[in-house]
């Protein structure tokens, strides 16, 4: 079973920048897609962005698409979400989680096709 850490999380203002990272351990997460999601205050856990295990192929969520870029290094078996222009809107608890069953190019986007969780890192974005 692969074991997911998520470091990064921090306070920012509204405009700024922050870089979250994932290590794994336990597995290689070479053959795994990979995923964020957030969960702001009485909201419900929700996806941010997914990137294939080959092919670099990436999703993202509406909301996000410009201002955030994910991408891997399988060598250190880490996952970052690159986080630009930050809102306040993005306030949350941000998830690392790994989608062990699908295709090397595919990318999916449901909470249920993610197997393994971390514990998650706070992002605040003040405004």
């Known amino acids: 079973q692969v074991q997911l850490v998520e470091s990064g999380g921090g306070l920012v203002q509204a405009g700024g920048s922050l870089r979250l990272s994932c290590a794994a351990s336990g597995r290689d997460i070479t053959n795994y897609a990979m995923g964020w999601f957030r969960q702001a205050p009485g909201k419900e856990r929700e996806f941010v962005a997914a990137?294939?295990?080959?092919?670099?192929?990436?999703n993202y969520a509406d909301a996000v698409k410009g201002r955030f870029t994910i991408s891997r290094d399988n060598a250190k078996n880490t996952v970052y979400l690159q986080m630009n222009s930050l809102k306040h809107e993005d306030t949350a608890v941000y998830y690392c989680?790994?989608?062990w069953g699908t295709g090397p190019f595919v990318v999916r986007n449901s909470l249920a096709d993610f197997g393994s969780w971390g514990q998650g890192t706070q992002v605040t974005v003040s405004s």
């Open positions: 989680a790994a989608d």
């Open positions: 990137i294939s295990w080959r092919g670099g192929n990436t």
